[in-house]
């Protein structure tokens, strides 16, 4: 049986989206997503419907819908990349921001959410510029916010732009951060793009450039290019080491999530989406924007891949306290203290070859950390492949993990499956 893998974090996401969906819905005044304007939206993430119908026109008219089926996925995406900026030192440097082709504010909403929870961690108030070529996302956009908590509102100073990207950005070169969250590869092939001034542009600018997308047959060849250029001018960073597309984005793989959109006392719809990517992140490579030391977290995340991929109990000391416990499954009696730890560590270091351990995705919460991994390794006793993926939490005590819970579930082969993420 499959364990649900279910992360606090995506509980969060999940009840503070349905809180917003609702109030998308009522503004929509739909009793349902028009499957209509869906097979719209589809055709035109897929390139159909360009000549038919122009950007402008579908988003005006689908904001709601577009909102309603993708917004838990998108804000997923933009919070995990808030993650791996948070990770790699950079997010705690920034305080101006450009979200292009921003919609009904996914980034945005994102950030409040992460601000929220990250409060301690954060150069507040942000400043994010919100961009858009149509009009009706950014009014969705107003009506969402002005419905919000007035402490979720102070969190980010929000100022919108209706401007169609061809080559210039506002005040691109007073960002620290240009976000592009499922809109490259829509204002690449827009007959409005300047593409050599705008790639020209980009490269000059100062600012980390954060690029969320979907792999498009049709327009692979327009990102392919947008990547060879970036990669020319400015430093690609990344924190977890997903498979690689075209050598410069990550092929990121998350949950597989789902929502209950409410539209009205009796009437409600299931959402189901997959949380899978292409993510890059540029970073100037004239000495510019530079990062902070990456926090603690990305330390013991580092450090617990060491120690597990090397079997090396000295890591494990350091990491855990002397008296931590250890909960390897939901239901099993957690070990007690660091010696039980270390014996139950040195019967892996028996039985295991070639461990790859992979953080997915960390997230940490005052003094608890979550993170989701995939791992593999040859089993000698049992001659078979392993191949696990599962989330863990820690709690920290003056830097070192008291608690370690953990579940996963398990995948096992006569063969090396080449087709993963290791
Ligand atoms: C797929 S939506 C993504 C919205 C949001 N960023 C998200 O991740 O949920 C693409 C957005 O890009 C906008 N867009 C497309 N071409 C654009 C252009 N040339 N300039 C500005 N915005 C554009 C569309 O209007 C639309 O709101």
Redesign the pocket.
């Known amino acids: 049986m499959r364990i649900a893998i279910e992360i606090q974090t995506l509980t969060e996401v999940r009840s503070w989206i349905e809180r917003v969906c609702s109030i998308v819905a009522r503004h929509c005044n739909s009793s349902a997503i028009d499957p209509h304007n869906l097979n719209m939206l589809r055709a035109h993430f897929a390139c159909g419907s360009d000549v038919l119908v122009d950007?402008?026109t579908i988003?005006n008219r689908t904001s709601g819908d577009?909102f309603l089926r993708?917004g838990l996925a998108?804000l997923m995406k933009n919070y995990y990349a808030l993650s791996e900026l948070q990770g790699l030192g950079i997010l705690s440097r920034i305080s101006r921001i450009i979200?292009?082709?921003?919609?009904p504010g996914?980034?945005a909403l994102a950030y409040v959410l992460w601000a929220k929870t990250h409060a301690t961690t954060l150069s507040c108030p942000m400043s994010i510029v919100m961009?858009?070529?149509?009009r009706e996302?950014l009014a969705l956009f107003d009506k969402i916010w002005s419905e919000l908590p007035e402490v979720e509102r102070n969190l980010v100073k929000i100022t919108k732009v209706h401007?169609?990207?061809t080559s210039d950005l506002p005040s691109t070169a007073e960002a620290d951060l240009i976000v592009f969250?499922?809109?490259i590869s829509?204002?690449l092939r827009?007959s409005?793009?300047r593409y050599d001034d705008l790639c020209q542009n980009l490269a000059g600018s100062h600012a980390t450039i954060l690029v969320?997308d979907h792999y498009y047959r049709d327009t692979e060849r327009l990102l392919n290019e947008f990547a060879r250029r970036m990669v020319e001018h400015r430093k690609l960073v990344s924190l977890y080491h997903w498979n690689r597309w075209n050598n410069v984005f990550d092929e990121v793989n998350l949950l597989p999530i789902a929502h209950r959109v409410r539209f009205s006392e009796t009437h409600s719809q299931r959402i189901d989406s997959n949380v899978k990517f292409l993510k890059a992140i540029f970073r100037p490579s004239d000495g510019k924007g530079h990062a902070s030391p990456p926090p603690r977290t990305t330390h013991s995340v580092q450090m617990y891949k060491r120690a597990w991929e090397q079997h090396d109990l000295n890591i494990l000391r350091e990491l855990f306290t002397e008296d931590a416990t250890y909960q390897e499954k939901p239901h099993s009696a957690p070990l007690q203290g660091i010696e039980k730890i270390c014996e139950y560590w040195k019967q892996n270091a028996l039985r295991q070859r070639f461990v790859r351990f992979m953080p997915k995705f960390v997230d940490f919460h005052n003094d608890s950390m979550i993170v989701l991994w995939e791992a593999s390794f040859f089993r000698v006793d049992l001659n078979r492949w392993m191949y696990l993926d599962g989330s863990f939490n820690a709690t920290f005590r003056q830097g070192r993990i008291c608690a370690f819970s953990e579940k996963f579930n398990k995948l096992t082969s006569a063969f090396p499956l080449n087709d993963r993420n290791h």
């Open positions: 950007s402008e988003y577009f993708y998108n979200d292009v082709g921003s919609g996914t980034f961009t858009d070529s149509a996302p401007q169609t990207c969250s499922n809109s829509e204002i827009s409005h793009c969320i």
